[in-house]
């Protein structure tokens, strides 16, 4: 019982597990950003050359 307890204590593959997973939460969040900041402008861009394309017509 001794030394299950010990191996426990000393077992970290949970806590890596957990770290990995913060991680990409970060990575995932920083992506959805700059996604969204990237979105806006293309819908910007591409109503502007829309509009220009029907007063050309």
């Not at 001794?2 to 997973?21: C, H, M, P, W």
Request: proline share 0%.
């Amino acid at each position: 019982m001794n030394t299950l307890v010990k191996r426990f204590v000393k077992d970290e593959s949970g806590a890596t597990a957990i770290e990995y997973g913060l991680i990409a939460a970060g990575i995932s969040v920083a992506i959805i950003a700059v996604v969204n900041s990237l979105g806006s402008g293309l819908k910007t861009t591409f109503s502007t050359v829309s509009s220009k394309l029907n007063t050309a017509q």
